[in-house]
T-cell receptor
Framework: DTGVSQNPRHKITKRGQNVTFRCDPI?????LYWYRQTLGQGPEFLTYFQNEAQLEKSRLLSDRFSAERPKGSFSTLEIQRTEQGDSAMYLC???????????FGPGTRLTVL | KNEVEQSPQNLTAQEGEFITINCSYSVGISALHWLQQHPGGGIVSLFM?????KKHGRLIATINIQEKHSSLHITASHPRDSAVYIC??????????WGAGTKLIIKP
């Protein structure tokens, strides 16, 4: 499968714990996006990388959230001291340079108890 | 006012009916996307439009740049078309500004 992959697909954690998600984009894509989708809502933009540079961060992304893309390939999204309000589907998408179409991964569903 | 608005929010129709979902946007865009999300499923990109009209099977998407309006049409609708359809406007950095989605149910 050469599409966008995300791991884990599901994560259940207790409030206050740290969690980390991984996204592997399509190999030749240099742009990578993270979104969050809560139940019944459309996805919200979180952050965007071009290669290894994090070019934009949403105001939604509190200081408990950090994202990295150290080698310009896979990316990780870490949430520290999780809260119940962090429960959502976390989506990753990638796109080729100069192209508009974003390809979405299956998402990681986070449940914070 | 949301920057991307879709209507209707919910739509229930009988199999075979012609379906139209509308999207209006108030921001400058480089392209407009139509995406599909099945319950519990991932998001699939259906169309990316910057002008005119595109067709894929029974799906047709149109955009009027001057009026800042796009429509998604489904001909000969089928229960398997039941899903949430999302309109998203891509800004100059290709970041997507999402509409709230239209939940479509096609009854057999």
């Amino acid at each position: 499968d050469t599409g966008v992959s995300q791991n884990p697909r599901h994560k259940i954690t207790k409030r206050g714990q740290n969690v980390t998600f991984r996204c592997d984009p399509i190999s030749e894509h240099n742009r990578l996006y993270w979104y969050r989708q809560t139940l019944g809502q459309g996805p919200e933009f979180l952050t965007y990388f071009q290669n290894e540079a994090q070019l934009e961060k949403s105001r939604l992304l509190s200081d408990r959230f950090s994202a990295e893309r150290p080698k310009g390939s896979f990316s990780t999204l870490e949430i520290q001291r999780t809260e119940q309000g962090d429960s959502a589907m976390y989506l990753c998408a990638s796109a080729a340079s100069g192209a508009d179409t974003q390809y979405f991964g299956p998402g990681t569903r986070l449940t914070v108890l | 006012k949301n920057e991307v608005e879709q209507s209707p929010q919910n739509l229930t129709a009988q199999e075979g009916e012609f379906i139209t979902i509308n999207c209006s946007y108030s921001v400058g865009i480089s392209a407009l996307h139509w995406l599909q999300q099945h319950p519990g499923g991932g998001i699939v990109s259906l169309f990316m439009l910057s002008s005119g009209k595109k067709k894929h099977g029974r799906l047709i998407a149109t955009i009027n740049i001057q009026e800042k309006h796009s429509s998604l049409h489904i001909t000969a609708s089928h229960p398997r078309d039941s899903a949430v359809y999302i309109c998203a406007a891509a800004d100059s950095n290709y970041q997507l500004i999402w509409g709230a989605g239209t939940k479509l149910i096609i009854k057999p």
